[in-house]
């Protein structure tokens, strides 16, 4: 089988790839000293789309429109600009075995691919319901949704199943994207997850409640504090049923799984010090192992700002680790250095017509303002979270550009307040003054 042999190799095709790319053409790299491997068969995109404008039913999002790096308002960088780089895009090729000291990948089909440096950009899996022995979760139609090979798989049986029904297991990210996008095109929807609320990782109740209702009026059922333990399917091995732990049983033509992500980290285990879940690194995006970095999903870095480690799932942390990664990488070739990694945490969702974001971190007391009334014309609402007397996190449903910006400097200063009362009065105001 065959070798190649490349200065820097990028092992994984998603966001932080891209970004990573990009970044190393902004500081020059001679033809055929980069290549990018990945299991896709695609160049790498924004995957927030897949979730999103890709399930549309009029006017859906298709490559090449969301190749990165469009999703920060940057240039789209079609597979030609790889070939005119001299950047090879090595797709549809998964890395089956890694041994990161003796600097060599190797395929599923036998290849072999020598690096000097490497950056592990892997990203995350999905969590399936089958890990945890739910009966007949290999259904057809049933659904999980990561890369655009899903996606596509979804969408096909969107139209298969017109105006059918659909269960959503799951109330985080997935969930709550994929029981709007289902519902817009026009299926039968009912979500199921075992919390009290939506989202709980991030979300308060009150945040929550608005989120549940503003559904509840699109149409979308919701089934809490309860888990799908099995699944029929008819004779066409097509899912039928999803029976719930309380005994409920729901009628189904597609089920979507959001159940959560797991950084893909298995290939490197035992090779490379890891820290909660994923491989850790320094500010620079350094492994223990001498130059391997690893960027995006998988890294568990050092977030300043909280004095701790940490891993981010979340595309802006994708992109821009990936940048830090790659100007690290270059400063160290000319003996310098890059300033530490101070990052601030930024989500952001969107579905229907809503739209959130939050920066910072949701730890502490937290105050509610704004109308969260999900029957309102134009409700708009936010929360903030108050640790040890300052405001640490901010999140605003329906902000404006300048608005958001608003709230990320509050997450960012942390501003002493002295009423919780005085806060939630003031609201938005007390951002815009910041
Ligand atoms: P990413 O998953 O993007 O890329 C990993 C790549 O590595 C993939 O191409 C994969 O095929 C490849 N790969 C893995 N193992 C391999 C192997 N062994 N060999 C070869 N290739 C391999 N975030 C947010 O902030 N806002 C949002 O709205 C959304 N929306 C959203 C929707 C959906 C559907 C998903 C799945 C995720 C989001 N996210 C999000 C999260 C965000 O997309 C995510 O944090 C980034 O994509 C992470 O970027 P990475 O480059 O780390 O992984
Ligand atoms: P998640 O962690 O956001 O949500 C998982 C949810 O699964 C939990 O909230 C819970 O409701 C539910 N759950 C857990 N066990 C269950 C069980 N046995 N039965 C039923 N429900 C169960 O994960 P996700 O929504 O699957 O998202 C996967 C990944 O994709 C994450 O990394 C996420 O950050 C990313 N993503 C992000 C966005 C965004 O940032 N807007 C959008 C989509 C996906």
Request: with cysteine; hydrophobic share 40%.
């Amino acid at each position: 089988m065959g070798e190649k042999s490349f200065k820097y190799v990028i092992l994984g095709g998603g966001v932080s790839a891209g970004y990573a790319a990009r970044e190393f053409a902004k500081h020059g790299v001679k033809p055929g000293e980069l290549a990018v491997i990945s299991k896709e068969a695609v160049a790498p995109y924004e995957r927030p789309a897949l979730s999103k404008a890709y399930l549309f039913p009029e006017s859906p999002a298709r490559l090449p429109g969301f190749h990165t790096c469009v999703g920060s308002g940057g240039e789209r960088l079609l597979p030609d600009w790889y070939k005119v780089k001299g950047i090879e895009l090595i797709l549809s090729t998964e890395i089956v075995k890694v041994d990161l000291a003796g600097k060599t990948l190797v395929s599923g089909t036998g290849e072999s691919f020598k690096f000097q440096i490497l950056i592990i950009a892997t990203g995350s899996t999905v969590v399936r319901l089958s890990d945890f022995g739910v009966k007949g979760a290999d259904a057809k139609n049933i659904f999980y949704l990561r890369e655009i090979d899903d996606a596509d798989k979804l969408n096909d049986a969107i139209k298969a199943k017109k105006n059918g029904k659909a269960v959503i297991v799951g109330g985080g990210y997935i969930g709550l994207e994929l029981g709007a996008a289902l519902r817009i095109n026009n299926l039968d929807v009912t979500m199921v997850y075992p919390e009290p609320w939506c989202m709980p990782r991030l979300f308060t109740s009150d945040i929550a409640a608005f989120y549940e209702g503003y559904y509840a009026n699109k149409g979308v059922k919701i089934v809490k504090g309860t888990v799908a333990v099995g699944f029929t399917s008819d004779s066409n091995g097509e899912v039928k049923e999803v029976h719930l732990k309380d005994g409920t049983v729901l009628e189904a033509d597609i089920v979507v799984v959001g159940v959560g992500g797991r950084p893909l980290t298995s290939l490197f285990k035992g090779q490379v010090e890891e820290e909660k879940g994923g491989v850790k690194t320094d500010t620079f995006f350094k492994t223990s192992v001498p130059d391997v970095y690893a960027v995006g999903d998988v890294a568990t870095f050092p977030l300043k700002l909280y004095n701790e480690n940490r891993r981010v799932e979340h595309v802006d942390h994708a992109r821009k680790s990936a940048e830090q990664a790659v100007k690290a990488i270059k400063a160290s070739e000319e003996g310098k250095t890059v300033e530490v990694y101070d990052y601030l945490p930024f989500f952001y969702s969107r579905s229907f017509d809503l739209s959130w974001q939050f920066y910072g971190d949701n730890v502490g007391e937290t105050v509610l303002f704004g109308d969260n009334n999900p029957t309102s014309p134009k409700p708009k609402f936010g929360t903030y979270w108050i640790k040890d007397g300052k405001v640490v996190g901010a999140f605003l449903e329906a902000g404006t550009p300048e608005e958001n910006q608003a709230i990320a400097k509050v997450a960012k200063l942390q501003p002493p307040v002295q009423s919780l009362d005085q806060l939630a009065k003031e609201g938005l105001s007390f951002a815009s003054k910041i």
